[in-house]
């Protein structure tokens, strides 16, 4: 992508308001229903497994949230920590039902969910409820504005998770997806200096809060690849023999390598004549180099910059760097740093956004091919476990300059 074109997108997308807003409200439940409208019956209902949610409970939630942060306010705590809002559910409820804080994993596969058609009746009269609930003109300021574009998000979100479902379970790639490609490399030189990180109250717009307050960072100068590392350049790694070399598989890394056992990325597999084949959702395909490295963990990630020489950049770093830099439409980006707050971070009013998950949960940055355009942004800060390959993640290096 052309960064200065995404990023100025993605803060239109974050200065949404009126008819805009509405439109994009709109259009992301459009873009949910393309992921999982085309499923069958015997595909809406998969078995139990870890980080796959059951399709109904996912949709409920959707109606949920957006109905519970834009039309039950104001909200309040409860002594128990869980959000609680001052009036009844109207379309999506209960709420220990439909809230990701209240209901565990597992129990989301034997709670009774609504049916297909009584889910699309819910979102339907749900998204036409906040969408008139939308605040206009004088009245329609950042904090006014703030849950409709937190609803907006989050459900970008959920249908870029309803594709990695997909690709998890071998179901077909959905309408209009297309496996990414990076271009040749190149190494980009960032001077260091002072630099500042995060979204600042004062430039206006939406934030997430983990990326608030802004801060400042003083950085060494720096190399950083221009494009995310290929899967032909992961691929010599492989043929090198370097899952079977403990040098690059230090401590937690190590650790993880001996219990999983892998000897190549999750995706991939020999064919009858050792050629590497990608498993793109429910196809076998032979790899192509031009590809990005995919559905690696940060572990991998760290073990082939470790062997190739290089690092993974810091988060600061990559956000630095981030104008210069190919990303956007290929995939989700480990860096070094661990999902941590910022210096003076205050919980949202979605408390559980982001601090149930700070210490074991490992940082990434950019977006993937899955992902909306409207959550990319040099701020965005992605997270999961460093151990995940299921979610579209693959990694650039750094060096010293």
């Keep these: 992508m052309s960064d200065a074109r995404g990023l100025a997108g993605t803060g239109d997308a974050r200065r949404l308001a009126g008819d805009d807003l509405a439109a994009a409200l709109r259009d992301s439940r459009a873009h949910t229903w393309a992921r999982v409208g085309d499923l069958s019956a015997t595909q809406w209902q998969p078995p139990l497994q870890p980080g796959v949610n059951p399709i109904a409970w996912e949709l409920a939630h959707l109606a949920w949230f957006a109905e519970f942060w834009v039309l039950r306010g104001p909200h309040e705590r409860r002594a128990d920590g869980h959000a609680a809002a001052r009036h009844a559910p109207r379309f999506a409820g209960p709420d220990a039902h439909f809230d990701?804080?209240?209901?565990?994993?597992?129990?989301?596969?034997?709670?009774?969910?609504?049916?297909?058609?009584?889910?699309?009746?819910?979102?339907?009269?749900?998204?036409?409820?906040?969408?008139?609930?939308?605040?206009?003109?004088?009245d329609a300021d950042d904090d006014a504005l703030y849950c409709h574009r937190l609803a907006l998000f989050h459900e970008?979100?959920?249908?870029?998770?309803?594709?990695?479902?997909?690709?998890?379970?071998?179901?077909?790639?959905?309408?209009?997806?297309?496996?990414?490609?990076?271009?040749?490399?190149?190494?980009?030189?960032?001077?260091?200096?002072?630099?500042?990180?995060?979204?600042?109250?004062?430039?206006?717009?939406f934030a997430f809060d983990n990326e608030q307050?802004?801060?400042?960072?003083?950085?060494?100068?720096?190399?950083?690849?221009?494009?995310?590392?290929?899967?032909?350049?992961?691929?010599?790694?492989?043929?090198?023999?370097?899952?079977?070399?403990?040098?690059?598989?230090p401590g937690a890394a190590g650790a993880w390598r001996a219990r999983s056992g892998v000897a190549h990325p999750q995706h991939w597999r020999r064919d009858a004549r050792g050629a590497w084949q990608l498993r793109w959702f429910d196809r076998w395909l032979p790899l192509?180099?031009?590809?990005?490295?995919?559905?690696?963990?940060?572990?991998?990630?760290?073990?082939?910059?470790?062997?190739?020489?290089?690092?993974?950049?810091?988060?600061?770093?990559?956000?630095?760097?981030?104008?210069?830099?190919?990303?956007?439409?290929?995939?989700?980006?480990?860096?070094?740093?661990?999902?941590?707050?910022?210096?003076?971070?205050?919980?949202?009013?979605?408390?559980?956004?982001?601090?149930?998950?700070?210490?074991?949960?490992?940082?990434?940055r950019g977006g993937a091919f899955a992902t909306h355009a409207r959550l990319h942004d040099a701020r965005y800060r992605n997270f999961f476990q460093p151990q995940r390959t299921d979610i579209f993640a693959g990694f650039r290096s750094a060096a010293r300059y």
């Excluded at 596969?109 to 609930?133: G, Y």
């Excluded at 003083?218 to 070399?245: K, M, N, Q, T, W």
């Excluded at 941590?340 to 990434?364: I, K, M, V």
């Design 100 to 138: 990701s804080a209240r209901l565990a994993h597992a129990a989301r596969w034997t709670t009774p969910m609504p049916s297909r058609d009584e889910l699309a009746r819910m979102l339907a009269d749900q998204l036409e409820a906040c969408v008139e609930a939308l605040p206009r003109g004088n």
């Design 288 to 364: 192509d180099p031009d590809a990005p490295a995919m559905h690696v963990s940060a572990f991998e990630a760290e073990a082939w910059c470790a062997w190739a020489g290089r690092r993974l950049p810091s988060a600061a770093e990559w956000e630095v760097a981030a104008p210069q830099l190919h990303w956007g439409h290929s995939v989700w980006e480990w860096v070094a740093d661990p999902f941590a707050p910022y210096p003076g971070f205050a919980p949202g009013r979605y408390r559980e956004y982001s601090e149930p998950w700070f210490g074991d949960h490992r940082e990434l």
């Design 156 to 205: 970008d979100m959920h249908a870029e998770a309803f594709c990695w479902l997909r690709s998890t379970l071998g179901y077909a790639a959905p309408a209009g997806l297309a496996m990414p490609r990076v271009p040749a490399n190149a190494q980009v030189a960032i001077p260091g200096g002072e630099r500042c990180i995060g979204a600042s109250p004062a430039a206006g717009g």
């Design 213 to 249: 307050p802004a801060r400042g960072v003083v950085l060494a100068d720096f190399e950083i690849d221009h494009a995310p590392v290929s899967a032909g350049a992961f691929a010599r790694f492989v043929e090198a023999g370097g899952y079977d070399d403990p040098h690059w598989w």
